[in-house]
């Protein structure tokens, strides 16, 4: 029983993304999945980013949308094998299905994770006091990476230029005063970066690289081209080029791999693996195929020369 939580085994290739790729650029009533057209400015579909989300975690807080990722740790090995006192900053924590598998699985880690929405926050912190029974090397706030910076504590400008900078540990003060912590080993964007309009994801991918120690990672994973969620999506919802907006006004974004290259690229990683992740699910009821796309990554922050 004490291991219950932990994943089963870990798939990724059922199919092959090409096989995809052809179904749906053949199938006419897709058509306006492929066109490539630039409909409404992303940024003005909404007059405040966080509220749509606020209201999301108000409707699923019963706990019955809550569904641990257990299959990250096969994923993202690091987070196990990190050494002591490594340190995770998780971008967008949602309810906590992020990073309780994590807090499960290493005590080596301590979990820095925000969120835009304050409902979000105060789920997490209830999934994870209902699952851990103490719990001493987890830390939330509140932040939109894609408008603002990070706190100062997470990484001091010393320590975004890259200089060398000593600190004598994490604040003793759980409510996160203004001590720098150093800068942090991994950050995740897990279902994070695809709710951020399209024209902000540049910035908000320079704040994480800026708070990361040279050598540190960013484990990503998304939504990837053709996914099945986006198929779903009727013309009117489609308000850029693989970027829609659901009828709650979060916003949902679909990407290529050339997309995710060249956006951390640009921000300065180094490309560590990068693949689509495709699982096939069958609906029994329905007799019908159910294709998924993940767009998996990792990404490193160069040592210093």
């Not at 006419?28 to 066109?35: F, K, V």
């Not at 257990?70 to 490594?86: A, Q």
């Not at 990484?155 to 540990?169: D, E, K, V, W």
């Amino acid at each position: 029983m004490e291991k219950r939580w932990e994943a089963g085994e870990y798939h990724s290739k059922d199919f092959e993304w090409e096989f995809l790729k052809n179904l749906v650029e053949n199938d006419p009533s897709l058509s306006h999945h492929i066109q490539e057209q630039r409909l409404v400015d992303s940024s003005s579909s909404s007059s405040s980013d966080s509220k749509p989300w606020q209201c999301f975690h108000s409707r699923h807080s019963s706990g019955k949308f809550f569904k641990e990722r257990r299959y990250l740790l096969k994923e993202f090995p690091e987070l196990l094998l990190c050494g002591e006192n490594s340190k995770l900053l998780e971008v967008g924590c949602g309810n906590g299905s992020t990073v309780l598998p994590v807090l499960r699985g290493s005590k080596n880690i301590t979990v820095y994770a925000c969120d835009c929405s304050s409902e979000a926050l105060l789920r997490t912190k209830e999934n994870i006091n209902r699952a851990i029974a103490t719990v001493d090397n987890f830390h939330s706030f509140s932040c939109d990476f894609s408008t603002s910076a990070f706190p100062n504590w997470v990484a001091c400008h010393h320590c975004r230029q890259n200089q060398h900078c000593y600190h004598s540990g994490e604040s003793d003060d759980t409510s996160l005063n203004e001590r720098c912590i150093g800068g942090v080993d991994f950050v995740t964007l897990i279902f994070t970066l695809s709710a951020v309009p399209k024209e902000r994801m540049p910035r908000a991918i320079k704040e994480c690289f800026a708070v990361l120690k040279p050598g540190g990672l960013l484990l990503f994973r998304d939504y990837g081209l053709y996914d099945m969620t986006m198929l779903r999506f009727e013309p009117e919802k489609c308000i850029g080029f693989r970027e829609y907006v659901r009828s709650d006004g979060t916003l949902s974004y679909f990407f290529c791999l050339d997309t995710v290259k060249r956006l951390f690229t640009d921000a300065g990683f180094i490309e560590v693996e990068l693949e689509n992740c495709c699982v096939k699910a069958v609906n029994r009821r329905k007799n019908k195929n159910m294709y998924r796309v993940w767009v998996h990554g990792k990404f490193q922050k160069p040592f210093l020369k």
